[in-house]
């Protein structure tokens, strides 16, 4: 499965963006990472299929959302009211294994890994 990620850029704080993820074949969970410079890689959000479980970090609940369309295989990641912490490297992630709830959304349930994209919110 290859995963394509588009929808990063530079935006002002409180501006949004979206950001899509689309994968070219069947997965369970898809989901998104982001890590900032000097900081370690952490879950963003993630959606599971079948139970449509929706996993966040405690930073962006409320103003992140996240999304799938499973007929077009694609995630999506609507980021409103973004703060310049949320600046980072963007990735998208998929899982063709079901996890526990628990688990889903973390790094080491990921089967695939796509490209970074450049999330850079201006103060």
């Known amino acids: 499965v290859q995963l394509q990620a588009s929808g990063g850029g530079l935006v002002q704080a409180g501006g949004s963006l979206r950001l899509s993820c689309t994968a070219s074949g069947r997965t369970v969970t898809l989901g998104w990472f982001r890590q900032a410079p000097g900081k370690e890689r952490e879950s963003v959000a993630a959606i599971r299929g079948g139970t449509g479980h929706v996993h966040y970090a405690d930073s962006v609940k409320g103003r992140f959302t996240i999304s799938r369309d499973n007929a077009k295989n694609t995630a999506y990641l609507q980021m409103n009211n973004l703060k310049p912490e949320d600046t980072a490297v963007y990735y998208c992630?998929?899982?063709?294994?079901?996890?526990?709830?628990?688990?889903?959304?973390?790094?080491?349930?990921?089967?695939?890994w796509g490209k970074g994209t450049q999330v850079t919110v201006s103060s």
């Open positions: 992630a998929a899982s063709s294994r079901y996890y526990i709830v628990s688990h889903f959304y973390k790094s080491d349930a990921m089967d695939y």
